[in-house]
């Protein structure tokens, strides 16, 4: 039973660029989060997905930046237009309910770097 | 200002010793606090988890402990080992669902 994957692991892209990074959460788990981390910082919170519905955005930058779970293969944040300030790392987590306690279980992160 | 307070920013202990970690925070209403380790380069991983009505979780050699009442929380590490070396994150739950709030980690390192 494979964890949380995310691809690419690591990413360079020049200013202006688009990024697109996947995440396919665990295996019967239909709740997926994005997370970003920047250097010597904390995890921050950026979206919230179920399938096909964007439950919860409050953490998303409004511009540039999107978020999708289709139906059918793994959720994809899109950069568009990327400066150096996108450099990060980004982490996806998944888990299989909305309980108050469950578990979020995270990917290994795709380090972008904008040159 | 940040909702949780993690100190200290970084602690170096030999190894084999303990240490205990601190959390403070001001998230209200509190749903549940957790305690992740996250290793250089990796995603985070769960080590515990307690609701406002639990004062104390174990996992291993690791040991939570929760004041609800003054909102702190601590992580307390027994015959550490360098394989504890790692970032270690406090999070507390808002009593709505989505709204998570991490600390900015403690970072560990064991020495031999």
């Known amino acids: 039973n494979a964890g949380v994957m995310q691809n690419p692991r690591h990413l360079v892209r020049r200013r202006g660029q688009e990024a697109r990074l996947r995440c396919s959460p665990m295996?019967?788990?239909?709740?997926v989060y994005w997370y970003r981390q920047l250097p010597e910082e904390g995890l921050k919170f950026m979206v919230y997905?179920?399938?096909?519905?964007?439950?919860?955005e409050s953490g998303m930058p409004k511009e540039r930046f999107s978020a999708e779970f289709p139906k059918e293969g793994p959720s994809i944040l899109r950069i568009q237009q990327v400066v150096r300030g996108d450099s990060a790392a980004y982490f996806c987590?998944?888990?299989?309910?909305?309980?108050?306690?469950?578990?979020?279980?995270f990917g290994p992160g795709t380090r972008l770097t904008v040159l | 200002k940040n909702q949780v307070e993690q100190s200290p920013q970084s602690l170096i202990i030999l190894e084999g010793k303990n240490c205990t970690l601190q959390?403070?925070?001001?998230?209200?209403?509190?749903?549940?606090l957790r305690w992740y380790k996250q290793d250089t380069g990796r995603g985070p991983v769960s080590l515990t988890i307690m609701t406002f009505s639990e004062n104390t979780k174990s996992n291993g050699r690791y040991t939570a402990t929760l004041d609800a009442d003054t909102k702190q929380s601590s992580l307390h590490i027994t015959a550490s080992q360098l394989s504890d070396s790692a970032s270690y994150i406090c999070v507390v739950r808002h009593y709505n669902n989505n709204d998570m709030r991490f600390g900015a980690g403690t970072r560990l390192t064991v020495k031999p």
């Open positions: 295996k019967g788990h239909s709740h």
């Open positions: 959390c403070n925070y001001t998230v209200s209403p509190f749903s549940n």
């Open positions: 987590a998944s888990s299989s309910g909305q309980g108050r306690t469950d578990t979020q279980y």
């Open positions: 997905l179920q399938k096909e519905n964007i439950i919860d």
